[in-house]
């Protein structure tokens, strides 16, 4: 028997590079994954290790780089660690370096807090028609729309018990994959159909989202979630009530104390999973709850 092609590295790391300009920030969102191989027979053979860099370093390598190199772009950022890999390394003679990023494009604010984002080319609209001969319910709606805040948010003051080991901050990414609907005021039987500009209600209901999510100082995603849905009830008249559910997508700080690097809210692992799952109704006074509780019956 002999051994044929092979590789090894640490596949779809998630680093998340903050470049601060004053008020304005900037963001690289990228998924990179590393594959090295070279002279690899032994520890395939023998079990021998003396020619393996451990994917954990590899890992630490992405991170560690993001801070000291930035990330200009995925292929200066994939060019500099495959060299790094390959020249560091004798018996490393090829390195892939994958890179998948990710497109977040700016939500403007009043006032010009250039901290807000919103992922592009993403979001998932969604509309449930109901008509039983007297009456009409629509329900429109959205999905895998994904935000974020790079500061204006935080997280303390909480019930702490034998159990709890999550830090308070005063300073955090606060992002989330928003799925909202939201349901229109009752319709006459007019068999035609309900008559509105739904391309405009539709516009109008995702901008007043997109703003209040960028426009609150987050003390928690719940308080974010309930002056969304109230912004959008104060400024769309047609509305009657709103469901959000909003998983909160994880930044934690990549920790670059043992390479003898400071790591100033710059450089983040943006965990997927497990995840905190925010969901509530917002409703105006009066107004019966229909929305039903699991948006993904929408």
Same mark, same amino acid.
């Given at each position: 028997?002999?051994?044929?092609?092979?590789?090894?590295?640490?596949?779809?790391?998630?680093?998340?590079?903050?470049? !601060? %300009?004053?008020?304005?920030?900037?963001?690289?969102? @990228? /998924?990179?994954?590393?594959?090295?191989?070279?002279?690899?027979? %032994?520890?395939?053979?023998?079990?021998?290790?003396? /020619?393996?860099?451990?994917?954990? &370093?590899?890992? /630490? &390598?992405?991170?560690?780089?993001?801070?000291?190199?930035?990330?200009?772009?995925?292929? +200066?950022?994939?060019?500099?660690?495959?060299?790094?890999?390959?020249?560091?390394?004798?018996?490393?003679?090829?390195?892939?370096?994958?890179?998948?990023?990710?497109?977040?494009?700016?939500?403007?604010?009043?006032?010009?807090? $250039?901290?807000?984002?919103?992922?592009?080319?993403?979001?998932? *609209? &969604?509309?449930?028609?109901?008509?039983?001969?007297?009456?009409?319910?629509?329900?429109?709606?959205?999905?895998?729309?994904?935000?974020?805040?790079?500061?204006?948010?935080?997280?303390?003051?909480?019930?702490?018990? *034998?159990?709890?080991? @999550?830090?308070?901050?005063?300073? !955090?990414?606060?992002? &989330?994959?928003?799925?909202?609907?939201? $349901?229109?005021?009752?319709?006459?039987?007019?068999?035609?159909?309900?008559?509105? %500009?739904?391309?405009?209600?539709?516009?109008?209901?995702?901008?007043?989202?997109?703003?209040?999510?960028?426009?609150?100082?987050?003390?928690?995603?719940?308080?974010?979630?309930?002056?969304?849905?109230?912004?959008?009830? +104060? /400024?769309?008249?047609?509305?009657?009530?709103?469901? @959000?559910?909003?998983?909160?997508?994880?930044?934690?700080?990549?920790?670059?104390?043992?390479?003898?690097?400071?790591?100033?809210?710059?450089?983040?692992?943006?965990?997927? $999973?497990?995840?905190?799952?925010?969901?509530?109704?917002?409703? $105006? %006074?009066?107004? +019966?709850?229909?929305?039903?509780?699991?948006?993904?019956?929408?």
């Amino acid at each position: 028997m002999i051994l044929g092609q092979n590789q090894y590295g640490k596949a779809e790391n998630r680093v998340v590079r903050i470049t !601060r %300009d004053g008020s304005t920030h900037h963001i690289k969102d @990228l /998924n990179v994954s590393v594959s090295l191989s070279g002279d690899m027979t %032994d520890v395939h053979l023998s079990g021998s290790n003396a /020619n393996i860099l451990t994917t954990d &370093t590899t890992k /630490n &390598t992405v991170f560690a780089f993001a801070k000291e190199h930035g990330i200009a772009s995925a292929e +200066e950022f994939g060019i500099r660690l495959a060299r790094h890999f390959v020249t560091g390394q004798p018996a490393i003679t090829t390195a892939r370096i994958r890179v998948e990023e990710y497109a977040w494009g700016r939500i403007e604010t009043p006032g010009s807090k $250039r901290h807000s984002f919103v992922r592009e080319n993403q979001e998932v *609209r &969604t509309a449930q028609i109901t008509f039983d001969g007297t009456a009409w319910e629509v329900v429109s709606g959205l999905k895998d729309l994904v935000v974020l805040n790079s500061t204006d948010s935080e997280f303390t003051g909480y019930v702490k018990d *034998r159990y709890t080991t @999550l830090p308070e901050t005063r300073d !955090r990414i606060l992002a &989330t994959q928003v799925q909202a609907c939201w $349901r229109h005021a009752g319709h006459d039987a007019d068999r035609t159909g309900p008559h509105a %500009d739904w391309e405009d209600s539709y516009r109008q209901a995702r901008e007043h989202l997109l703003q209040a999510f960028a426009g609150t100082y987050s003390l928690s995603l719940q308080q974010t979630l309930y002056r969304m849905g109230t912004r959008v009830l +104060e /400024n769309c008249p047609g509305i009657e009530e709103i469901r @959000l559910s909003l998983p909160n997508k994880h930044h934690f700080l990549a920790d670059l104390e043992p390479f003898g690097l400071e790591n100033d809210n710059e450089v983040y692992f943006a965990a997927d $999973r497990p995840y905190g799952l925010i969901e509530a109704t917002v409703l $105006r %006074d009066g107004a +019966e709850p229909r929305i039903p509780v699991d948006l993904t019956n929408l």
